[in-house]
């Protein structure tokens, strides 16, 4: 599975962006896809999860309630609206994406997805 992330760029606190991960190479009703982030100096940590099929989500708890992760099947994309950002928000955005459905207790972590976007820069400022 091919994948490229876009629609990083400069946002104010309190404003929206949108994210994009353009996935290639593989079915995409077959992949279960997630986005994941790296601040600077700081591990890749998990930001939101949907399941293949029945489109199950799930979000760490510093973005429940404020981001949004949804898939455009006609363009074989997933999106990450992202409303009301904060400074602690910047970060370089990952997706990835997984065949098999992941095991729901290890669905945060960064070994249980099989392939990667290169990573787009979001920047929270004012």
């Known amino acids: 599975v091919q994948l490229q992330a876009s629609g990083g760029g400069l946002v104010q606190p309190g404003g929206s962006l949108r994210l994009s991960c353009a996935a290639s190479?593989?079915?995409?009703?077959?992949?279960?896809m997630a986005w994941f982030r790296q601040g600077p100096g700081l591990e890749r940590v998990f930001v939101a999860a949907?399941?293949?099929?029945?489109?199950?989500?799930y979000y760490s708890d510093s973005v429940k309630g404020r981001f949004t992760i949804s898939r455009d099947m006609a363009k074989n994309t997933v999106h990450l609206q992202m409303n009301s950002p904060k400074p602690e928000d910047t970060a370089v955005y990952y997706c990835?994406?997984?065949?098999?459905?992941?095991?729901?207790?290890?669905?945060?972590?960064?070994?249980?997805?099989?392939?990667w976007g290169q990573g787009t820069q979001v920047t929270v400022s004012s």
């Open positions: 990835a994406s997984k065949v098999n459905r992941p095991i729901t207790s290890a669905i945060r972590s960064t070994d249980t997805w099989e392939y």
């Open positions: 190479g593989r079915t995409f009703s077959l992949v279960n």
């Open positions: 949907i399941r293949r099929g029945d489109t199950h989500t």
